[in-house]
């Protein structure tokens, strides 16, 4: 608890020449007892000093016993009378210090020569503060002396190393102190001369201090922390519960002597080797622990099994040649089971998984077939195309027309019309469009739509999901990192290696806003179980890194082993482990202040002493256990002082950038609060000691046995190494990786054609569908590792290829050889997705804002802001309207590909919404600006489609105009298929 020196004594100086005192008898007015002072303060009590022209201790006081700590602070308010100051070129100036010291010495003690001094001195022509331990070493700061202010003193005495018989060699002084002004004090001085105990504490003036100085003093206070001194109670660690540890118990029974005879004669001759009964194997320790509650024979379903007498559920059946179990039999499982479980890894060794799916088996550089006509080859990528279509018996269809291409292109890479780039309807030779693609794709209009196709991978958005959805403020930093890697076609291992484990990586490279990606995970602010709370992060963190890196539904193997892959329920936990120990949180970046750490700690301190306090108050009034106090009734909570004090230091921590991303507990990355009503533990100590377990059927609860991180084993042995984040990420982004680079250029070829080569984008696994062209996935796999990772590179080859540059006629005779197109002889239109309509609609208007990156345009704003879309804010509860009605994603989990629907809504919205009707006036009034009267339909038309209008269509628009207004044109033209279309 805080421990204050107080001055009780109030000192008036009154002067009375003038006035005599009256007698009682003719006083009208009189006193009767002394002042009646309010508990709750509001008076200052003061003391005025005068000098006495030499050394002198006017005002002293011993403690109740000498203070041994490792710290003190000390607290004083000061006003000097500005007609009593004399400075150094107007007489000698002005000196008084507060000392600390072991003893009191008398009126005129020095205090000096290894006594922390605190006061006024003069330095040069200025009377100004000072802070010393000897006068021979006087050390300054810059804050002059004013008259009639009262200023507020505060000085820390301690020690640089623990111990009562350390000196107090550090001393540190504020003037008029902020909450916020821990780690930036106005003097400091160091001393290795130094008292070693504080008995006594004083006020001295001195030679320059004159008797009709008027110097006050005041609110003398002693604290032993820096919130102490505020007026703030001493702060309270929250009381942290780990999680309960994992109990052992010793064996009494043997696996291999007692268990397994029973198991082997009973049950392995049905629920053993790679075809097991009923799909269950009790020869295998993973699977044969989803049958048991390890510690808990009672809860255990194999024991209910053998134990029941029942002869529809009891094991063996009653048929059985092995006869049911004995009572000792079970006896013995009952008792290894409430034993934990052991198992002989030597008798029974865990079987490794093996697989000869195609995804699996390292990707090999096939040879690029030959034979095709030059004609139809423009990059490799033509040449197994050619090869596929050869087999279905299909041609190719012609090239599309150059105003389809333009428009194709830029709506592809940039989710704009081909109107907002001007100069590219001038590209009508294939160099020509080669080089517009080259343009495009270093532009920010390129990386603001592919940074969207990422960021529906990253399941990202600014808030946390679940009942209460706080917001996430600082997760726009993710989406910014995103969009600046594809515009500066980030190499693709770099770009995983970033996301993963951006963290842990070198300070010259370490790359926080990167780790967004796994802090998108949702975050259950209600959830009032931590180690819940914890596995369903954990749980959402590990099945989105694996579908997105890799392309495998691991969250299958989450509570039992791989029904179809080779993924059992210990993989799953294996990779989670590289995850245990690190959770989501607001990251501050680089150039961080010095006292930001401080801040973050007080302002903790602050919240935990009032958390504390209202806690105790309810348990007082009898509210059971435990005692729940959400942070919104914690500031309401704080007094003034810590009201003040808690703001400033919010205001102080906003201030610093911060991103949404994730961090190891034993990182030196500063983690600063997040809103939360019962967030994550911020004990950073207690998540670094975390192990993880293997866990039963998927439960949090149910705790198998501990697991090392490490990989699915069908890729091969994890090195016993292995145990970070990067070393995940390197695994992962290594060109041996069979599944990271195929599932990446699959993905960029979805997004170019509507469906990847392999169509299961999100799962290459046996249940989903085989690549249509094989050899085309591994040569395009093989060319990105060659190219250092490049992005860009798989761009290049894709939009040069004449299979993109295809029409999409329809040919009866391949419709009827290839009704699916699987062989790629036309181009097939689809639908732009929900920003690209909303971007497409401003950019035809003109009214586009292409400002880049920053915090996003909130939602009550997204209809009447004209930023794009990518820069809506997306909350996951509130996604724009205008998004929502076009399929754009919820951000719950990984999407892959995007749903397509078709509903009435859609072109309701187009029609009839304020949005619409507002972009197509500004469309009306860029199209009046543009051109005359009687072009007004030609040119809507061609900026909204990116060609001239048929004979008859500019007819069609004719006619329409004589009875509409140019607005209602343009409404219709922005519902056209052919504009809401990729061509």
């Known amino acids: 608890m805080m421990r204050f020196l107080a001055i009780v004594i109030v000192f008036f100086v009154v002067t009375c020449t003038a006035l005599q005192p009256l007698d009682a008898a003719d006083n009208p007015v009189d006193w009767s007892g002394d002042w009646t002072r309010s508990r709750s303060g509001g008076v200052a009590q003061w003391f005025e000093i005068h000098g006495t022209g030499g050394r002198n201790n006017p005002l002293r006081r011993p403690l109740a016993k000498p203070f041994d700590g490792d710290q003190l602070y000390v607290r004083f308010e000061l006003r000097y009378d500005a007609s009593s100051i004399d400075t150094p070129k107007n007489g000698n100036g002005e000196f008084l210090v507060l000392w600390l010291d072991e003893q009191d010495g008398g009126d005129t003690a020095g205090h000096n020569g290894g006594v922390p001094n605190i006061g006024l001195h003069v330095d040069g022509d200025a009377n100004v503060f000072m802070a010393r331990y000897a006068s021979s070493s006087q050390h300054f700061s810059d804050i002059q002396l004013q008259g009639d202010r009262v200023y507020t003193v505060l000085a820390k005495i301690a020690r640089s190393q623990s111990g009562g018989d ?17 780690e930036s004090p106005a003097i400091t001085v160091a001393s290795s001369k130094a008292i070693r105990s504080i008995g006594w504490i004083g006020f001295a003036t001195g030679m320059k201090t004159e008797p009709d100085d008027r110097i006050s003093v005041s609110d003398l206070s002693l604290a032993t922390s820096w919130t102490e001194a505020f007026g703030i109670a001493a702060p309270t660690a929250p009381v942290v519960k780990p999680p309960p540890p994992v109990p052992t118990t010793a064996a009494t029974v043997s696996f291999a002597d007692d268990v397994y005879p029973v198991l082997h004669k009973h049950c392995f001759q049905c629920h053993s080797g790679e075809a097991p009964e009923s799909g269950l194997r009790l020869d295998c320790y993973d699977d044969l622990l989803n049958q048991l509650s390890p510690r808990d024979a009672d809860a255990s379903h194999l024991i209910a099994l053998v134990a029941s007498s029942d002869p529809a559920e009891q094991m063996p059946p009653p048929d059985d040649d092995a006869g049911r179990l004995t009572s000792d039999e079970i006896r013995v499982l009952r ?89 590219l309807e001038q590209a009508t030779s294939h160099e020509a469009l080669d080089h517009w693609i080259d343009q495009l794709l270093c532009s920010p209009a390129y990386a603001q739509r592919w940074g969207r196709h990422w960021l529906d991978l990253a399941r990202w ?42 963290d842990e990586l070198p300070a010259d490279s370490r790359c926080l806003e990167a780790t967004g990606f796994l802090a998108a995970a949702r975050y259950s602010g209600n959830e009032l179980d931590k180690e819940i709370q914890r596995h369903d992060i954990l749980v959402d963190v590990v099945n989105t890194t694996a579908k997105t890196f890799l392309g495998i539904t691991l969250e299958c193997a989450q509570c039992h082993t791989h029904k179809f892959d080779p993924l059992t329920i210990r993989d799953y936990y294996r990779l989670q482990a590289f995850f245990t120990n690190g959770q989501p949180g607001n990251l501050l970046l680089g150039g961080v202040p010095d006292q930001a750490s401080s801040w973050i700690k007080t302002r903790w301190q602050v919240f935990d002493t009032v958390h504390a306090r209202l806690v105790d108050r309810k348990r007082a009034a009898g509210v059971p256990e435990p005692v729940l106090v959400i942070p919104k009734s914690v500031v309401a909570g704080m007094n003034a002082q810590e009201r003040k004090a808690f703001k400033a230091l919010d205001a102080a921590i906003a201030s610093i950038p911060q991103v949404w991303g994730w961090s190891d507990a034993d990182s030196e990355t500063i983690v600063a609060p997040h809103e939360m009503r019962w967030p994550l533990t911020r004990d950073l100590k207690s998540v670094a000691e975390l192990k993880t377990y293997l866990r039963l059927r998927g439960d949090p609860k149910s705790a198998g046995p501990e697991v090392r991180a490490g990989w699915p084993a069908v890729f091969g042995p994890t090195p016993d190494h292995v145990d970070s984040r990067t070393d995940l990420a390197d695994w992962i982004a290594s060109p041996q990786n069979p599944l990271t680079a195929r599932v990446w250029v699959n993905r960029i070829w979805q997004w170019h054609f509507g469906t990847g080569l392999v169509a299961t984008s999100g799962d290459f696994g046996t249940q989903g569908t085989a690549p249509t062209h094989p050899e085309l996935l591994d040569w395009l796999a093989d060319e990105l590792i060659a190219s250092g990772w490049s992005t860009r590179h798989i761009h290049q080859l894709i939009l040069r290829s004449q299979t993109y540059r295809q029409s999409a006629a329809v040919s009866p005779s391949n419709q009827d050889a290839d009704p699916e197109c699987h062989s790629l002889w036309r181009w097939i239109p689809r639908r732009l997705e929900s920003e690209a309509i909303r971007d497409c609609v401003l950019s035809v208007a003109d009214s586009l804002d292409d400002t880049m990156g ?43 590909r995007r749903r ?42 061609r900026l909204a489609t990116g060609r001239q209008p048929s004979g008859e269509e500019a007819d069609r628009m004719q006619h329409y105009l004589q009875d509409h207004s140019l607005q209602s044109l343009c409404l219709v033209i922005l519902n056209l298929s052919e504009f809401l279309y990729v061509n």
């Not at 507002?918 to 030609?938: C, L, M, N």
């Open 461 to 502: 958005a600014e808030s946390n999901g679940h009942q209460h959805n706080r917001p996430r403020r600082h997760a726009w930093r993710y989406r910014d990192y995103v969009i600046e890697s594809f515009q500066n076609d980030k190499p693709y291992d770099q770009f995983i290696r970033e996301q993963i484990a951006g």
């Open 166 to 182: 350390q000196p107090y060699d550090r001393l540190s002084v504020w003037i008029d102190p902020e909450i916020t002004d821990a």
């Open 335 to 423: 008792t290894w089971i409430d034993e934990g479980v052991c198992w002989d890894h030597h008798l029974l060794p865990t079987p490794t998984l093996e697989s000869d799916h195609w995804a699996l088996e390292p990707p090999r550089r096939p040879p690029i077939p030959t034979g095709i006509p030059t004609d139809r080859m423009r990059t490799p990528v033509d040449a197994f195309i050619a090869q596929k279509q050869q087999e279905f018996g299909t041609t190719p269809a012609d090239t599309a027309s150059w105003p389809t291409l333009q428009q194709r292109i830029a709506l592809d890479l940039t989710g704009l019309p081909a109107s907002a780039f001007p100069g």
């Open 900 to 941: 397509v629907s078709t509903v009435s809504l859609q072109p309701l919205y187009l029609m009839n919404s304020d949005f619409m009707q507002s972009i197509s006036q500004r469309f009306a009034e860029r199209v009046r600006q543009t051109a005359g009267e009687d072009r007004h339909a030609e040119v809507a038309f």
């Open 854 to 896: 920053g915090p996003s345009v909130r939602d009550d704003l997204s209809n009447s802001s004209h930023r794009r879309s990518v820069y809506l804010q997306q909350q996951r509860d509130r996604i724009a309207e205008s998004l929502t009605l076009f399929d754009s994603p919820a951000a719950v989990t990984t999407c892959s």
